[in-house]
């Protein structure tokens, strides 16, 4: 009985079917759209001046607060930043897999959604590649290596490093080989409980395309269930963003208190490189806005800049996804059918940014410790930095895990991290604003190239 409906449902597909149509993000987040003209962004500066400001008051490099009561300071001043985070994260896996598959559901047909997924696949690599070489060029042209002084490698060496590398890095199972195959999910529960994205993401897939292939009479309903799903998750996101400004402010009190001017000392010209690099990156993608897209770059930037923001405060591209996909449709014009498909998609497996801040780091560490990386070396570099990029999650802190894999992939020892650990969290604001950026550039460029 069972077997003969399913196999009267798989003759159903046809290319020129009309799926179902979606509604887009704009009429479920009116109140979201309220605060964002509140000038969200203009919120979000001032409490990250005003959290940089308190964030000195309370660290090191002032030292009226003892290293105790400025942590318990700020972790209280941190306490609305993490319901944020919380909150926010709590609702990304179902929205990712209402969205993901509402977008599937509603491309044209079936043959334009082969020609989106393999345009963007093509893309996403590309870019990500130009991000490496972005990185790998800069920091042979910089050289920050040599600004390291050796009494500094000593003491990493002999230090907590050691437990940093162990605790960052288990290096049997997280080979490149190992972490492609595990992209698909045995048991996606288990993903879920675990938060592995890029698994969740491959099983909303095809569970999106396999539901296009049946009669639309049978998945329609679910089709409404995910919507409702989908209006549920957005509310959720709109009550959280009202926390959003005194959120940053507390984020960053807590990331400003721990830095001393010692921390950053020494690491300068490094920072310098990554931070550098970024910024050609964005010109880049200003590149393919202007020369592709046929838009005006400096209006792209003006209408992106609320997620900006929040991926620089927050430090993870998972948790402004919503606000990236309400931006892509309102104020890019971008199709809801394309921002609800590509920004899911891109905020999972594309990172330009972490890409290129995993190659600036693996070169620089090369210098410090003197591996010299041929020609060779430096194309396996490249290969296993896109697929380490795509394997890693949007969430904070999780590209210098990844960069484990990587400098072991190459030879360079692990204890390096202990070097570059301390600064981590400034670039990783940074280079998560730039993951984003290349998402709402990649779903922009898909809108303009596929009718
Ligand atoms: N925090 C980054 C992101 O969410 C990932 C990384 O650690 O590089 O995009």
Redesign the pocket.
Known sequence: MLRKSVNNNSKKPKDNVELITIKSFKHKTKQLKSLLKNKLWLQVIIALIFGIAFGIILGPTIGIFSAQTANTISDWVAIPGNIFLSVIQMVVIPLIFASIILGIASSKNIKQLKKIGVTITIYFIITTTIAIIIGIFITNLINPGQYINKDVLVISDQGSSQDVSVDLVDNSKNTVPNLITNIFPTNVFSSIIKGEMLPIVIFTIIFGIALINIKPKQSEPLLEVLSSLQDVCITIVKWAMVLAPIAVFGLITKVTSQFGIDTLSGLGAYMLTVILGLLILVIVYLLIVYFIVKENPFRFLSNIRDVQLL?FS??????VMPISIKTAEEKLKVRPSIAQFIIPLG?TIN?D??AL??AVATIFLAQVYGVNIGLTALLFLIVTIVGASIG???????????LAVILTSVGIPLLGIALIIGV?RI???C??AV??TGDLTASLFINKVIK
């Open positions: 991926a927050t430090s993870s591209s998972a948790v905020t990172m940014g972490t801040y995993q890693t999650p949007g969430t904070p802190g999780v590209g210098i895990v990844i981590d670039l990783d604001m280079r998560t993951n984003v």
